[in-house]
DNA sequence: AAACCGGGGGC
DNA sequence: GCCCCAGGTTT
C-alpha cells in the first residue's frame, strides 16, 4: 500500500469535507498550544461539553508561559466542572516543564512530548499531526473502534497483540498530506457516524470496503472487554431431611446474599459442618452422603454448593421451629422464598 | 449500575 | 512490557 493512495484515508477525508467539523475554537487559530489543551480537555470529555471550558481556559491562559505562570489553584479554577483533576495538573506540571526545557514552547518531538506528564502516545501523535502536519497516528477508543470494524479485528482492543496490530494500520493508513484535517476526521467519524451503538453504516464513506459490515459483524466489534475472573467460593450446604421426609430450613441474615430468604445450613468446612450437625440434630455426621455439588453465579462471584445428605436424623432438643430454623414439608416449599438453586436441590429429592 | 477510557504506575 | 487502577460520565 503506497503512501497517500490508501481507501481508507481518501473516503474520511472527502466525509470530513463533507460532514466533519471545521468550526472548532482550537482549529481557528491552529497553535501547538490550542491542540494539546484541546486534546487533553476531550480525553474524557466530548465536544459539546469542552467547547464552552476551552473558550475560557484559553481566555484567561492564552498561552503556554501564561499558564506555566499561573497558580495550580488557578488553573484548577479554569478547569472546574470538567472532571479528571489529574488532567489539570498534569497540563500545569507540562507547561512549567516546557519553560524550563524547551524555552516555553511545546517540543516538536515525539519523544520529548511522550516525556510530558498527562502526554502519552495518542495524545504526542494528535498534537504533532494537528498542529504542525507531522505523519503521526492517533489512537484513541474512537479509532480503536474504527479500525476494528474496517478490519473485521477480533479481540478486545487493548490487548496488548491487538492494540500492536491496530497502531500499526493506523500508521499504514495516513495519508501523505492534510494530517491535520485527517486527525479530526477520524475523531469526528468515530463520535458521529461509525459510533459504539447504531452506526450510520448506510452514510458511511467505508461502507464498501468495510469487513464487519460485510461479514455482519458490526454490532459486535469491537470486541467487548472480557469479564474479569470472578473469585469461587465454596460453601458446604447440609441437607438434613428427618423421618418423614421434612427438610431443615435456615433463615438467612437480613443482609447478603439471598438476604432472609430460606435456604439450608451452611458451613465453610467439614469442622464447621460437624459442629453445626452435633448442636442441632441428632445422628451419624458420618453417615452424610455427598451429592452433586451445584454451581450458581452472581454478579461479583461464582458460588460452588456442596450439598450433604442425611436421610432420618431427628431434631436434638434444643432445635424446634423458631424464627430462623424450620422443619419443612414437601408441600410447603413452594409457598416459601428459596434461592432458585436451593430449590432446584430440594425438589429432586 | 455497568461499561467505558488514555495515561500513569506498579511489578 | 503487561496488568490494573483512578476518576467521572454515558448508556
Redesign the pocket.
Known amino acids: 500500500m503506497s503512501v497517500g493512495s490508501d481507501d481508507f484515508a481518501a473516503g474520511l477525508l472527502a466525509w470530513f469535507d463533507g460532514a466533519g467539523r471545521h468550526d472548532l475554537p482550537w482549529q481557528h487559530p491552529r497553535s501547538p498550544y490550542r491542540v494539546w489543551l484541546s486534546e487533553i480537555m476531550l ?4 465536544v459539546q ?1 469542552v467547547v464552552p471550558y476551552f473558550e475560557r481556559f484559553v481566555a484567561a491562559l492564552p498561552d503556554l508561559p501564561a499558564l506555566a505562570a499561573a497558580s495550580l489553584d488557578e488553573v484548577l479554577a479554569l478547569w472546574s ?1 470538567l ?4 488532567r489539570a495538573r ?1 497540563l500545569h506540571a507540562a507547561a512549567r516543564a516546557c519553560v524550563e526545557r524547551h524555552g516555553g514552547g511545546l517540543p516538536r518531538d515525539f519523544d520529548a512530548l511522550l516525556a ?9 501523535g494528535a498534537i504533532l499531526a494537528q498542529a504542525w502536519g507531522e505523519r503521526f497516528p492517533i489512537l ?3 479509532v ?2 474504527v479500525l476494528c470494524r474496517y478490519h473485521g479485528i477480533e479481540g478486545w482492543p487493548s ?3 491487538v492494540e500492536r496490530q491496530l497502531w500499526q494500520l493506523a500508521e499504514t493508513h495516513l495519508p501523505a498530506t492534510r494530517l491535520a484535517d485527517y486527525t479530526q476526521a477520524q475523531m469526528d467519524f468515530g463520535a458521529t457516524l461509525c459510533t ?2 447504531a452506526p450510520s453504516c448506510v452514510l458511511c464513506p467505508l461502507q464498501h470496503d468495510c469487513v464487519a459490515l460485510r461479514t455482519g459483524r458490526v454490532d459486535a466489534l469491537p470486541t ?2 472480557p ?2 475472573a470472578l473469585p469461587q467460593r465454596h460453601v458446604l450446604v447440609l441437607l438434613l431431611e428427618d423421618r418423614e421426609g421434612r427438610v431443615l430450613l435456615q433463615r438467612r441474615p437480613p443482609t447478603g446474599i439471598w438476604a432472609s430468604l430460606w435456604s439450608l445450613p451452611e458451613a465453610v468446612d467439614h469442622t464447621e459442618a460437624r459442629d453445626w450437625f452435633e448442636r442441632h440434630v441428632r445422628g451419624n455426621y458420618d453417615a452424610a452422603t455427598a451429592r452433586e455439588p451445584i454451581a450458581h453465579g452472581f ?1 461479583h462471584y461464582r458460588l460452588e454448593l456442596a450439598p450433604l445428605h442425611w436421610r432420618g436424623v431427628t431434631p436434638a432438643g434444643v432445635v424446634r421451629d423458631n424464627e430462623d430454623l424450620r422443619w419443612t414439608e414437601r408441600g410447603e416449599l413452594s409457598s416459601l422464598g428459596i434461592p432458585a438453586p436451593i430449590r432446584t436441590l430440594l425438589e429432586a429429592l
Open positions: 480525553q474524557q470529555t466530548q461539553v466542572g472532571g479528571y483533576y489529574a498534569n510530558l506528564p498527562g502526554i502519552g502516545r495518542s495524545t504526542a484513541d477508543g474512537n480503536k473502534r490487548t496488548p497483540k459504539r451503538h467487548p472487554k469479564a474479569k454478579t
